[in-house]
């Protein structure tokens, strides 16, 4: 292999070569040290610009969501203000609610009661339940006609696909 001599190269191609080999240098040093982190803090950007988009489009769709179920809650509670609370067992309860739930096509997903009575001699309840949207608000009207429940709190809506996942706290009048 031959090796290149660059004191044989005609003058006319030694002014070429040099700048150029200055420039690429050159180059290179801007792209490293200022190009590059600024390529990354635009992915960077981007990437919390997408996480911002997806947070919107979540709001956009359940704000209608949440702003019928309150109007719907309230309708509720106005119909709750004439019914009479019922106590109840909790076997009775799981197998009340289970019954509504395929009633309605939906699927209850757990039931976890915490076994401390309140001073009002009511249980709460964690429920969590799976199914269209439609469907959870003439289930939970119909539900709460019954007169078991006293009060639904942290109500906490999770969209997957087209489902929706509903978990809510209530309180029941438990019978002895």
Known sequence: MSKVNLENLPFGLKIIVAPLSIFLLLSLIFYLF??????????NLKNELENLEYKVKFQQDFLPLFARLESEIKKIDKDLSIIEFKPISIRDFKEELQKK????????????PDF??????????EVAIRGNFENFLK???????LGYIRKIDALKLNKE????NIEFTSYIEVSS
Not at 101 to 110: A, E, M, Q, S
Not at 116 to 125: D, F, M, R, S
Not at 139 to 145: A, G, I, S, V, Y
Not at 161 to 164: A, F, I, K
Request: proline share 2%; with cysteine.
């Open 139 to 145: 289930f939970l009207e119909n539900f709460l006609k």
């Open 34 to 43: 200022f190009l590059r982190p600024e390529v990354k803090e635009l992915k």
């Open 161 to 164: 696909l087209d489902t929706l």
């Open 101 to 112: 739930c395929t009633d309605y096509n939906l699927n209850l997903i757990y039931l976890k």
């Open 116 to 125: 401390n009575l309140t001073e009002n001699n009511q249980l709460k309840i």
